[in-house]
């Protein structure tokens, strides 16, 4: 199965939330989407849902289009399930009778329910009313729920919120099985080093457009990553030419890519870095939650080393 996006724009009245975002997503993926509060995320969805008009642009599944016609939607809705929101939730119900209704709706197995209800670790409190749980109770209900329905496409918008270190880890782990049994699912998340456990790409969005994609099967690319300060960085600039694409993170991290450093180049670095006090180093790859400081970073310590070569990820 596929889930296709084309040239979708989407506007209120004259502004433009979105512009021109195009994607295709295969199934057995999981695909991260990033961007500040107000940036568009929620509107995706709703956009692809048919829950708000759109301006232009298609929504294809296995090539065929869903337009905005009754008939259409409603035979996307039963391919795509929707985290529901909490304030959604029936105070006077059970979780057990929430988790059975997903699965009546979107003809879930409801041989099922119980399965989930003990993968999610929910036996001591589900069939309790809704009126009695805790706001990570809740969260994980509405996880749940969409796990009932079985669709082959889920939308997760912000799973996460409200859940302890340890359920995080239990949704990781889930998430990561519902990608093997073949769905298409998209993670709306602010916990970025968590998306980089389970996604295999991460969508950014930015200037209303899906500014760049972050692949983790292209993680080929090793980075020196140095945590210091501005006055550091100028020593380094002033002793060792940094390759063009070094990025200096909005949080004093400093990103030196390797393949472009010969072996002599390195051995220098490291021997001024010697001159420096409290200078820390790691190696490797480059994570969500660091372009996410190079995309949207913090203005302080920040300067345009490595954001002139960026471009919007091509249609």
Known sequence: MTLEVKNLT???GEREVL????????NSQIIGLVAPNGTGKTTLFNAIMRFVPVKSGHILVDDKEYTAKDKDVLKLHQLITFFPDQADLHENFSGTEHIEMYADMWAGKKDHVRDIIRRLEMDDYVDRKVSTYSLGMRQRLCFAMVIASDTPIMFMDEVMNGLDPENVSLVSDILIELRDEGKIIIVASHLLDNLDEYANKVFFLKDQQLHFVFDHSDETI?????LCTEEQVAYLEAHVTLPEDTIHLGNNVLCIPLQELTEAEQLAIY???RHLKDVEITVGPMGTSEYYSHLYGLKIHSFNRGHQHEKPVSK
């Not at 512009?19 to 295969?26: L, M, V, Y």
């Not at 090793?222 to 140095?226: G, I, N, R």
Request: aromatic content about 22%; hydrophobic content about 45%; proline content about 0%.
């Open 271 to 273: 021997k001024h870095l």
């Open 10 to 12: 989407v506007a209120y």
């Open 19 to 26: 512009t021109d975002i195009s994607f295709q997503i295969a």
């Open 222 to 226: 090793d980075y020196f990553k140095l």
